[in-house]
């Protein structure tokens, strides 16, 4: 009974910054961990950043480690991944998701509300 939606996608250069937002709606979601995933074209998607429903702890792939950030606002409903120092492998489409649970995970099946993504693209 949460719905999610993403924002913020879009075309950037190869180091440069893109904030991503995952708004919910229907439900304040500050009890339900929420995790970013992407899917790049022929590829699986994949975990990226997980964050607990308080805030207190983040979980992160290494492949973005250190040039992504994971926050949320509770009052907002809204989660937020930064993106800095973008490479070309990052481009995929973005997904937000949600799950009934405070801790984060990165195992996309714990996840049961998705949204519709946001694409991404970072050209050379």
């Known amino acids: 009974q949460v719905q999610l939606v993403e924002s913020g996608g879009g075309l950037v250069q190869a180091g440069g910054s893109l904030r991503l937002s995952c708004t919910a709606s229907?439900?304040?979601?500050?009890?339900?961990?929420v995790g970013w995933f992407r899917q790049a074209p022929g590829k699986e998607r994949e975990f990226v950043q997980a964050?607990?429903?308080?805030?207190?702890?983040?979980i992160s792939a290494d492949s973005v480690k250190g040039r992504f950030t994971i926050s949320r606002d509770n009052a907002k409903n809204t989660v937020y991944l930064q993106m800095d120092s973008l490479k070309p492998d990052d481009t995929a489409i973005y997904y937000c998701?949600?799950?009934?649970?405070?801790?984060?995970?990165?195992?996309?099946?714990?996840?049961?509300?998705w949204g519709q993504g946001t694409q991404v693209i970072v050209s050379s």
């Open positions: 998701a949600a799950r009934n649970e405070w801790s984060a995970s990165r195992y996309e099946i714990r996840y049961g509300y």
């Open positions: 964050i607990s429903g308080s805030g207190s702890s983040t």
């Open positions: 229907g439900r304040a979601f500050s009890g339900n961990a």
